[in-house]
């Protein structure tokens, strides 16, 4: 009882660090990257941008970033807490507040110098790990996906929260095309695919692997040559050929990258006419592999 105690402490440090460095990151790409390359990729820090630049003429420098993404997300987190309760708010309510901070805290700074190239790749790989750390913690930054969830919820519910986001983070985004112009705008579209392809390498795991599948009439050498040579389990699934209507018994094993030639090879030697499918298994937690 005790060592589970200390587990979960453990994995929550783990997890509150992670949506600090995480949020540090995302605050970095906006500060260093975004708000000086004058690139708008959607969501509050994305009004937070345009806001700043729309006000320098009133503020001296502009609405400083934080201002308007802690001023935005305020009444966000107090309907989402009298609609939706505290769990919802959660470790959100953490994350955007740090977010809030380290845009407080980081200085003025041009990362990229005016390169919109340099901008959109290192912006997006800076705000899709940042994004990808925090979404591990299981947490959100808040911004256009906490108010997607809540106008699901209790106006647009024909409609799902990710149609609800991407149709908000459109909008900010041609905004800001329509502030900054037609050439910064398409950079961000460029920045919002790398921000998506980094955040689920994060997300949806990097511990890749190949899933085989063999149909062969060894079967059972096959099976007994991959536990045997490669130390990987093997199972078997009934299947019917279709056009023959002959029963078969196809296999199936999960392997590293590294042994996918030995696979193959292993299998050709027992039996040259096998067919053979390998596919990508995106994690792969378990005996054999990576614990979780």
Known sequence: MQSGKKSKKLMLCIETLMIVVGTGLIASAIKFVYDPSKMVTGGFSGIAIIMKSVTKGIISGGLP?????????????????????????????????????????????DAVNGDLVLAAIFGGCLSGTGIGLVLRAKATTGGTDMVSVLLQHKLLRHYSVVQIMQFLDGAIVLTGMAIFGLRFGLYAIVTIFIIMKVSDALTEGMRYARAAFIITDEKDEVA??????????????????????????????????????????????????????????REVLGEGFIED
């Open 224 to 281: 007994r040559q991959i536990l045997a040579t490669l130390n990987r389990g093997v199972t078997g699934i009934q299947a019917k050929g279709m056009y023959s209507h002959a029963e078969k018994c196809m296999l199936y094993c999960v392997v590293s990258k590294k042994e996918v030639v030995a696979l193959k090879d292993l299998v050709k030697e027992i039996d040259e006419k096998a067919f053979i499918i390998v596919t990508d298994a």
């Open 65 to 109: 970033l934080w201002v308007t993404n802690l001023v935005l997300n305020t009444p966000v987190f107090i309907v989402g807490f009298f609609v939706k309760g505290k769990r919802f708010i959660g470790r959100t309510a953490l994350a955007t507040f740090l977010l809030s901070g380290w845009l407080y805290i980081l200085p003025e700074f």
